[in-house]
C-alpha cells in the first residue's frame, strides 16, 4: 500500500516542503500529502517532530525524517534506483552537500528580511540576497543544472525559492530577473519539470500569503 | 608521498576541526595539519575557502572541501575500505544527521553565550542546555542501544559531531562553576564523555581543558570590554 507507506506533513508556501515534494515526485513515490496549520499543529507533528515542532515531516512505514535537506538525502538513499539526486563522485558530493548548505545559511534568511524589514536594513538583506544569488549563478556557469546536464540535489534545494522571488521583488521594490537573469533562465528551466511544477505553488499566492502573516505580526 | 596529498587548515581550540581529525585517524589516513594563527587568515584558507574563510578546510589533491560534517561524510567515502562513519541503513543515517544538526544549530550556539550570560538570562541559557543534554541523553540510550556509542561498538558520526564540544563543555562548566552533564540527569553521556574522549582516535586531538579555560575566559573579557566600551 504505497499511499500508507508515506505521508508528508507539510505546509503549501513552505520553501522546504517544497523540496521534500519535488524530491518525491523525482523519484516518482506515490505518498500521502498532509496540510499543516501552523497556528494550530496537529498532534500527529508534535508526535514526529517533537524537537522542532517543524514542517516538513516526512513519514516512512511510520518513521519520522524532519529537517528538508535530510529528508530529501534519505529518500535519495531509500529510493537510490530511480533518479539520483547526490552524484556518485565524493567530492562531488561535498560540493553539492556545500552548496545546499549555502543556500539554508543565506537564502532564506536574507529573503525573510527582505519581506520583513524596511529602510537601512532591508537595503542590506537586498545587497547580500542578490550577492549569494550570483555567487550560486557563476557556480551555475553555463550547465542546465546544478547538477550539470540532469537536475540534481542543489536545483531541488534552491528552486522552491524561485516560488517566493515575486514577493521580494514587491516587498524589496527590485528585479532579480535584472541583476541575475541566467538564475532566473535556471529557474524557468525547472520550471518545465513535472516534479517542480507539481511542487511549487503560484507566485502570486505566495505574494498574498507574505501579506497576509505581514498582517498578522504586525509588521508594516 | 600520501602525506603532501592530504592538507587540513584548522586550529587546535577549534571543536569544527576536530571533526575531520577524529575521522581521520579512524581512517588512519596521513595528513598535514596546518595551524592558522589565530587573529588572521592564511592566504590558502582565503584560496580554499573563499565563500566562508574558515576553518576546517581539507584539502586532498588540490582540491578543497569545506563545512566540518560534510568533510567528515567524504573521509567517510573516500576512505571506504576503514571503518565505516556513518551508519549504512538510510533511516539510521537521517538520524544521525538530525541529531549533528541539532548539537550545531540548536545546543552548541547556548553554550557559546553561557560564559557571557548574566543573571536570568544565564539561568535560561543553562536551562535550555540541560534540556537539550537530555534530549541527547535519550537520543544516546535509543541510538547506542546499549553499546558504548552512538555508532555502536565503534566511534560514529554523531559521537564525533557531539563529541567534538566535550572541550568546551567542560571548560564551560569548570568556567562558571555548573555541571552540565550530571549522573542525575545524563549517566547514559556522562559514561560515554570519558570514554570517548579516552579513545585513540580522540584523545591527542582533543584540546586540554585548562588552556581553554584560559582562551575562554579572554574571549570573555574582550566580550564584556566591547560591550562596556559602546555603551
Not at chain 1, 48 to 77: C, F, R, T, W
Not at chain 1, 137 to 155: A, C, I, M, R, T
Not at chain 2, 152 to 162: E, M, P, R
Request: proline share 6%; glycine share 6%; hydrophobic share 40%.
Amino acid at each position: 500500500m504505497a499511499n500508507a507507506e508515506v505521508v508528508l506533513l507539510d505546509f503549501w508556501p513552505s520553501p522546504f516542503g517544497m523540496r521534500v515534494r519535488i524530491a518525491l515526485a523525482e523519484k516518482g513515490i506515490k505518498y500521502e500529502y498532509k496540510e499543516e496549520d501552523l497556528q494550530n499543529k496537529s498532534a500527529l507533528l508534535l508526535q514526529m517532530n517533537p524537537v522542532h515542532k517543524k514542517i516538513p515531516v516526512l513519514i516512512h512505514n511510520g518513521k519520522p525524517v524532519a529537517e528538508s535537506l535530510i529528508a530529501v538525502q534519505y529518500i535519495d538513499e531509500a529510493w537510490k534506483d530511480k533518479a539520483p539526486l547526490l552524484p556518485s563522485d565524493p567530492y562531488l558530493r561535498a560540493q553539492a552537500k556545500f552548496w545546499a548548505d549555502f543556500v539554508d545559511k543565506k537564502i532564506y534568511a536574507l529573503g525573510r528580511k527582505i519581506w520583513a524589514t524596511k529602510g537601512e536594513e532591508q537595503e542590506a538583506a537586498k545587497k547580500e540576497f542578490i550577492e549569494s544569488l550570483k555567487l550560486m549563478e557563476g557556480k551555475l556557469g553555463e550547465k542546465p543544472y546544478f547538477g550539470g546536464e540532469s537536475f540534481g540535489y542543489v536545483d531541488v534545494v534552491l528552486v522552491p525559492f524561485y516560488s517566493w522571488f515575486y514577493a521580494y521583488e514587491v516587498f524589496g521594490n527590485f528585479s532579480i530577473e535584472a541583476e541575475c537573469p541566467k538564475l532566473i533562465q535556471w529557474a524557468k528551466r525547472c520550471s518545465e519539470k513535472e516534479s517542480v511544477l507539481k511542487s511549487l505553488p503560484d507566485h502570486k499566492k505566495v505574494h498574498g500569503f507574505v501579506l497576509e502573516l505581514k498582517k498578522r505580526l504586525g509588521i508594516e | 608521498m600520501a602525506k603532501t596529498e592530504l592538507k587540513l587548515l584548522g586550529a587546535r581550540a577549534s571543536p569544527y576541526v576536530m571533526r575531520p581529525r577524529i575521522a581521520l585517524n579512524i581512517k588512519s589516513a596521513d595528513y598535514e595539519f596546518l595551524q592558522e594563527t589565530p587573529g588572521s587568515k592564511s592566504q590558502l584558507l582565503l584560496e580554499s575557502n573563499p565563500v566562508h574563510k574558515k576553518i576546517p578546510v581539507l584539502i586532498h589533491n588540490g582540491k578543497p572541501i569545506c563545512e566540518s560534517l560534510i568533510i567528515v561524510e567524504y573521509i567517510d567515502e573516500v576512505w571506504s575500505s576503514g571503518p565505516s562513519i556513518l551508519p549504512s541503513d538510510p533511516y539510521d543515517r537521517a538520524i544521525a544527521r538530525f541529531w549533528g544538526a541539532y548539537v550545531d544549530e540548536k545546543w552548541f550556539p547556548n553554550l557559546r553565550i553561557l560564559s557571557t550570560a548574566e543573571g536570568e538570562a544565564r539561568d535560561q541559557v543553562m536551562g535550555t542546555l540541560v534540556e537539550g543534554l537530555v534530549l541527547l541523553e535519550d537520543a544516546f540510550v535509543k541510538i547506542s542501544k546499549g553499546k558504548a556509542f552512538f555508532g555502536g561498538d565503534q566511534i560514529g558520526y554523531l559521537d564525533i559531531a557531539f563529541g567534538c564540544y566535550l572541550g568546551w563543555l567542560r571548560a564551560s562548566e569548570k568556567m562558571n562553576v555548573v555541571k552540565l552533564l550530571d549522573e542525575a540527569n545524563t549517566p547514559g553521556l556522562v559514561k560515554w564523555a570519558d570514554t570517548f574522549s579516552a579513545h585513540p582516535a580522540v584523545k591527542d586531538v582533543m584540546p586540554e581543558i585548562d588552556k581553554l579555560v584560559e582562551f575562554g575566559k579572554s574571549l570573555a573579557a574582550k566580550f564584556r570590554a566591547a560591550k562596556t566600551g559602546s555603551s
